[in-house]
């Protein structure tokens, strides 16, 4: 049995390496510089724009027309794909790239978050455009169906689904619920006390099959309420240690952007990390985190009430902005003010790492408690979004078949005490992989109807100008 799990563990790690290489870091950035100049650089051009329409919009009168009494509003459904982003790769995933890419990683994840904005905002105008209509009048869509009624590829739309339904027990359950089960067993530790792994499992196992009985409403109206709040708690947790080291934060971006094109000696007398290294690491946990080109978070959007595709994809844009350019860099900067990055720090996972960092600079035992608590909400919200993509993969492998649908949460739920009482470490690597797969069907799909999206938003910022055609 050892033997074969080594042979496994083998062969997951040359393919990884494969998904992973030179090609699919070209394919990714390729394809959000291509669409950044197809929609000439809106994402930089039109971000104030964007902002107003997104979170200016939260302050003024709510307009509920032409929204279905089973649609998300569009703040829910951003909500619902925000609480799939942000996770656990927004603390351990960030942590562990600096780990293994040095500080340089944060430059590459900032690059692969510029041009992701252009890239989740496209995947989410077609997945509006090309949306469904369920039988209770409800909206629902996704890669897989601009691939199918979109570009005619009923077979690339069957692969997206099934990879994205793989991926959901990875990247969205099994490596968050280890996370979880450490988190609580870290918290209960500044007490002096300890609790089972099965029982965690078996606690977050119950919360998640409740919240999968409600549907994508539900989970909707949770993520609305929850991820607000643990995004604000853990920014300004990450503010407190970024002004108690305020007049070491220059030299901190100096070593990003030293360490993004200069190969860096590992802390602790590992090998260099080498700038290969920092490009693939910061890339790959910036898809991680954001998610720019899987495909998974226009599932969400898909199901918004928004009459315009465009409108709903610029949150798309303040997703990408808030999930890796404020809460990952907020995670950087803790990270390297803190120093763990050098000595031990380099035989820490990510999320002890993180841990040290926020210990090492906040007073008493308040690291703790802010770290912990944040990945148990990060983890947990990232549990309940991807159950929603899982659930929309699934239902378009099975034509919406309700045992299907019931087979699939049953197992999703399962697969949380899974998750609890084994390692994550494995399934961190194993998400990069089913991350790659899912996304290469979604990102051929976003080149060949690019023209699509360039239409779509030349027509939507024209009639946006004074005088345009029936705009606000």
């Known amino acids: 049995m050892e033997t074969f799990l080594q042979a496994l563990t083998a062969l997951h790690t040359a393919v990884n390496a494969a998904v992973w290489g030179p090609p699919m870091l070209a394919l990714l950035l390729g394809t959000g510089i291509y669409l950044t100049v197809r929609l000439r650089c809106f994402q930089l051009r039109r971000f104030p724009l964007v902002l107003r329409r997104t979170l200016g919009s939260l302050f003024a009168p709510s307009r509920r027309e032409g929204r279905r009494a089973g649609d998300l509003t569009p703040f829910q459904a951003v909500s619902t794909a925000l609480a799939s982003t942000v996770g656990t790769g927004n603390i351990a995933g960030v942590t562990g790239a600096i780990l293994l890419g040095g500080a340089g990683a944060v430059f590459w994840m900032w690059v692969s978050a510029l041009f992701g904005m252009a890239t989740k905002f496209s995947e989410i105008v077609l997945a509006v455009r090309y949306r469904q209509t369920a039988p209770d009048g409800s909206h629902y869509g996704g890669p897989m169906y601009y691939m199918e009624k979109g570009l005619g590829m009923p077979r690339l739309a069957a692969?997206?689904?099934?990879?994205?339904?793989?991926?959901?027990?990875?990247?969205?359950?099994?490596?968050?619920?280890?996370?979880?089960?450490?988190?609580?067993?870290?918290?209960?530790?500044?007490?002096?006390?300890?609790?089972?792994?099965?029982?965690?499992?078996?606690?977050?196992?119950?919360?998640?099959?409740?919240?999968?009985?409600?549907?994508?409403?539900?989970?909707?109206?949770?993520?609305?309420?929850?991820?607000?709040?643990?995004?604000?708690?853990?920014?300004?947790?990450?503010?407190?240690?970024?002004?108690?080291?305020?007049?070491?934060?220059?030299?901190?971006?100096?070593?990003?952007?030293?360490?993004?094109?200069?190969?860096?000696?590992?802390?602790?007398?590992?090998?260099?990390?080498?700038?290969?290294?920092?490009?693939?690491?910061?890339?790959?946990?910036?898809?991680?985190?954001n998610e720019a080109g899987l495909g998974s978070a226009p599932m969400a959007h898909a199901s918004a009430g928004a009459k315009s595709p465009v409108e709903q994809g610029l949150?798309?844009?303040?997703?990408?902005?808030?999930?890796?350019?404020?809460?990952?860099?907020?995670?950087?900067?803790?990270?390297?003010?803190?120093?763990?990055?050098?000595?031990?720090?380099?035989?820490?996972?990510?999320?002890?790492?993180?841990?040290?960092?926020?210990?090492a600079v906040?007073?008493?035992?308040?690291?703790?408690?802010?770290?912990?608590?944040?990945?148990?909400?990060?983890?947990?919200?990232?549990?309940?979004g991807w159950s929603c993509y899982g659930q929309r993969c699934w239902d378009y492998l099975s034509g919406g078949s309700p045992l299907a649908g019931r087979v699939y949460r049953?197992?999703?739920?399962?697969?949380?005490?899974?998750?609890?009482?084994?390692?994550?470490?494995?399934?961190?690597?194993?998400?990069?992989?089913l991350n790659a797969m899912m996304a290469i069907p979604n990102l051929i799909a976003l080149l060949l109807l690019s023209g699509e999206v360039a239409q779509s938003t030349r027509q939507y910022f024209a009639s946006s100008r004074p005088g345009g055609a029936g705009r606000r």
């Not at 067993?185 to 078996?202: K, Q």
């Not at 844009?317 to 050098?342: K, M």
């Not at 703790?368 to 990060?378: E, Y």
């Not at 197992?411 to 992989?433: E, I, K, N, P, Q």
């Open 362 to 384: 906040l007073p008493g035992r308040w690291g703790g408690i802010v770290l912990q608590v944040s990945m148990l909400f990060f983890s947990l919200t990232t549990i309940l």
């Open 315 to 359: 949150w798309g844009v303040f997703e990408v902005f808030v999930d890796t350019i404020l809460i990952c860099t907020v995670t950087a900067l803790t990270v390297i003010l803190s120093g763990v990055c050098q000595g031990d720090g380099a035989f820490l996972t990510g999320g002890q790492a993180a841990a040290a960092a926020f210990n």
């Open 159 to 289: 692969a997206f689904a099934l990879f994205g339904g793989l991926a959901c027990f990875g990247i969205g359950n099994i490596a968050q619920a280890a996370e979880i089960s450490g988190a609580v067993n870290g918290l209960l530790s500044l007490a002096g006390r300890s609790v089972p792994d099965w029982a965690v499992g078996a606690v977050l196992a119950g919360l998640t099959g409740a919240a999968l009985m409600g549907g994508v409403k539900r989970i909707g109206q949770i993520a609305g309420v929850l991820v607000p709040f643990m995004a604000v708690f853990y920014l300004l947790a990450g503010a407190a240690v970024i002004c108690l080291r305020l007049p070491e934060v220059p030299h901190a971006f100096a070593l990003i952007l030293q360490g993004a094109f200069t190969p860096q000696a590992a802390a602790g007398g590992a090998a260099g990390y080498g700038l290969s290294q920092a490009i693939r690491q910061g890339v790959a946990r910036g898809v991680f985190s």
């Open 410 to 433: 049953l197992v999703y739920t399962g697969a949380c005490f899974v998750g609890a009482v084994g390692s994550g470490r494995l399934m961190w690597s194993l998400s990069d992989t």
